[in-house]
Every structure is written in C-alpha cells, then in structure tokens.
C-alpha cells in the first residue's frame, strides 16, 4: 500500500512526492537526517533528535525549515496518516535548489527541502536479534572529518554494511588509529565487570540520543560508565558488547572478527539495558 509521505508541507501518495533534480542533497549530499523510533503509536526520544537536527544544521550554516516548529505535529500526522504501530519516522532537511549545480552555496531564499516519511516495522521492539546477538566485523574508518553532523553522506556506511554481509555477518565497527569509533550506523559499546565503555563524544563520533539515554539509564541501574576508546583487542577479551541507535535501540555483540565475546551468548547488561530502555522510551514517548 502506498504511504503519505510530507514534502515541503503537503501530505502526499509517495509516487506523487518529487523534488528538484538540482536539490543540494543529491548532488553535493549537502543534508543532513534523523530517523526516529516509534512505539505503540508514540515518538521516542523526539526533543532529542530536534536538539540533535538544530545543531546539524547550525553546524553547515544551513537554514531551518519553516516548519521546523511543527515538526512534532508533523511527525504524529504521519503516524496517523499511515497508521504505524512500530516502525521508524525519516526526516531529511537539505540546502534545497538553486536550480542549477554550484560548489557554492545559493542565496538565502533559496529554502531548505524538508521531507519525512513513515517505515512500518511491526515487531520492532521484539527483534530476533536481541536474542541471538549480532556478528560484527572490524573496518577500517574511512569517512570524513565531521561525524558528529548526521549528514546523508552514507556511502561508506553502506559499504561497510555490505562488507559485513560479504563476511556472513551483521554489521561492522570502524577503527581509526586503532581504536574503535563507532558501528557503521550505531554506537559501539564493551562491559568489562560492571562498567560500561563507550567512545567519548567528539567529531570523529556521531552523538547517538539513544546513547545518552542507555548512558543515563545505566548511571541510574548504579553500572559504572567510562566514555573513552577502546581497541579491536580489548573489545575481544570484553565480558559483553552491545550497540545502540533509534532503530534497533539496544542490541547484543556476541562476536567480533570471528572471535566470541565473553561466552558467545548476549550478556546479562545488555539485556537489561534494552528493557530498561523500552520500558522507559514507552512511558516518555510523545
Ligand atoms: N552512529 C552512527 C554513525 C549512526 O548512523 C547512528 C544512527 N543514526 C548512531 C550512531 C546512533 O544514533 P541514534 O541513537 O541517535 O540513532
């Protein structure tokens, strides 16, 4: 069934939502994105992916969307219009068109391109893979400088997903300098004991807002948490691993480059953290 999908502020059947083939974020990837979870009907973690969007675009000195105030409205329309239990929203904002190809950036009135559609994921929250635990491989970081802006620049992310898949597994962490930055799209994680380490914040990171709130919440289980990097290695000798994003929010790690972690099996924090972060995510979504 065809879904409504916003542009530019109309609702629209998906085969009639076009935009300019002189957009920005076809041809320069000058976008940047969010994708939020849904659950029961409801937004996960909204305020944060809006904080998260704000600076992206204050970063690229890109305009807001005039209807960046609407965007929760937005958002619960096209919940509504497709009527989605489980699933994801994708936002894009882009430059917009300036109705011809420049390296330069066009005037001001030319106007971001704002889109957002709907992905309908029943079971979402009961995925398979929190229970068997995922295979990752290591790669090498090959992306650029800002990470921390979630542009629509993904190449290297897909690549790295298709290396996995080549390798019979299911995602891969990036190395750079010999320490692990982060999944191709979610934020890596070890337990050794009862700590938790993850990479501390910084450009060569994407500030995951499901990563604060897993942080948050693991302060308040009493876990210890030390944001710092870590290699390939010790991530091997780790008792567990787990990643986390909006998508899948908390999954095991149960192997890395063929070794297993900890006894091969998805530990007991992972676990915990994942119920604990859908049940709280439930209970604040809006
Ligand atoms: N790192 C990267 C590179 C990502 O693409 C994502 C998901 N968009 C994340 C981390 C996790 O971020 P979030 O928890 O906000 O989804």
Redesign the pocket.
């Known amino acids: 069934m065809s879904r409504t999908v916003y542009v530019n502020g109309d609702y629209l059947p998906e085969e009639d939502a076009k935009i300019s083939i002189f957009d920005r974020s076809f041809l320069m990837a000058d976008g940047v994105y ?2 939020t979870s849904v659950l029961g009907g409801k937004i996960i ?1 909204f305020a ?2 809006l904080v ?1 969007l704000e600076r992206s675009l204050n970063e690229l000195d890109m305009q807001k969307p005039e209807a960046f105030d609407d965007l929760l409205d937005i958002h619960r329309e096209l919940v509504r219009l497709n009527d989605i239990d489980e699933g994801m929203i994708y936002l894009q904002v882009s430059r917009g068109s300036s109705g011809d190809r420049d390296f330069a950036y066009p005037s001001a009135d030319v106007k971001p391109t704002l889109v957002l559609f709907t992905q309908s994921k029943p079971g979402l929250a009961d995925s398979p893979a929190a229970k068997t635990g995922l295979k990752i491989i290591s790669i090498e970081d090959q992306r650029w400088g800002r ?1 921390d802006i ?1 542009t629509v620049q ?1 190449l290297y ?1 897909s690549m790295g997903k298709m290396m996995a898949k080549a390798a019979g597994c299911d995602d891969a962490w990036m190395v750079e300098d010999g320490a692990v930055t ?6 890596a994680y070890i337990v050794k004991g009862n700590t938790i380490i993850t990479r501390h914040l910084g450009n060569e ?7 604060a709130a897993v942080l948050r919440f693991a302060k308040e289980a009493q876990m210890k948490v030390e944001e710092r990097s870590f290699t390939i290695d010790e991530a091997k000798s780790a008792d567990e691993a787990f990643i ?4 899948t929010f908390v999954l095991p790690v149960v192997e890395l480059d063929g070794a297993a972690i900890g006894n091969g099996t998805p530990g007991p924090i992972a676990a915990r953290l994942r119920e604990i972060y859908l049940e709280e995510s439930l209970k604040a979504g809006v």
Not at 182 to 187: D, K, L
Not at 244 to 247: E, G, P, Q
Request: charged share 25%.
């Open positions: 969010e994708v973690d944060g992916h998260r990470r979630k993904l992310p982060e999944g191709t799209s979610n934020n990171i994407l500030s995951g807002i499901t990563r986390t994003s909006a998508s």
